[in-house]
T-cell receptor
């Protein structure tokens, strides 16, 4: 079945550091790929997405490229801020049992210190 | 903006009690979902519904049931709460052709004593 493996945290960085959170997936067919973010005390919200191979999703300075050859969708940001402290979830969307469903990774907690 | 509202942010219940978690969305979405979130396990799908009165089991439906009598409302029911159901519960919705983009509520943190 479909699955997502993402880098386990926690990850602690200083402000303005470079961020990479690794995500790899296993899926049949051609899934869409997503990064969701959960800020403290809130629900998840979509950060970015890519729907086909070689697509790059971007938002709020974050980027991720859909790499079919390496089945990866790594999240990157060139210069993190304290406000980026959150839990980040990689996810894929695929059809299972006749319905489209999201499968999430376990989440990576990021803490950015001033 | 899409708004998904969960009725209770924090609940404390006793073992064996019947628990209702309510979720309402205001964007006329067809699909609604209940997940539970646990440290180290991420999000796991309990049930989902793609239409009124329709429901399908997710990955961990045991000990839970759901009700969707109206399009905007999706309820999660714990018939007899147990301590291993202490968790954060997240409701989400999406349009029929949402292509995987879910809109989440803020979560309900349930503690079963």
């Amino acid at each position: 079945g479909n699955s997502v493996t993402q880098m386990e945290g926690p990850v602690t960085l200083s402000e303005e550091a470079f961020l990479t959170i690794n995500c790899t997936y296993t899926a049949t067919g051609y899934p869409s790929l997503f990064w969701y973010v959960q800020y403290p005390g809130e629900g998840l919200q979509l950060l970015l997405k890519a729907t086909k191979a070689d697509d790059k999703g971007s938002n709020k300075g974050f980027e991720a490229t859909y790499r079919k050859e390496t089945t990866s969708f790594h999240l990157e940001k060139g210069s993190v801020q304290v406000s980026d402290s959150a839990v980040y979830f990689c996810a894929l969307s695929g059809v299972q049992g006749g319905s489209e469903k999201l499968v999430f990774g376990k989440g990576t907690k990021l803490t950015v210190n001033p | 903006d899409v708004k998904v509202t969960q009725s209770s942010r924090y609940l404390v219940k006793r073992t064996g009690e019947k628990v209702f978690l309510e979720c309402v969305q205001d964007m006329d979405h067809e699909n609604m979902f209940w997940y539970r979130q646990d440290p180290g396990l991420g999000l796991r799908l309990i049930y989902f519904s793609y239409d009124v009165k329709m429901k399908e089991k997710g990955d961990i439906p045991e000990g839970y049931s759901v009700s969707r009598e109206k399009k905007e409302r999706f309820s999660l029911i714990l018939e007899s709460a147990s301590t291993n159901q202490t968790s954060m519960y997240l409701c989400a919705s999406s349009p029929w052709t949402g292509a995987g983009e879910l809109f989440f509520g803020e979560g309900s943190r349930l503690t079963v004593l």
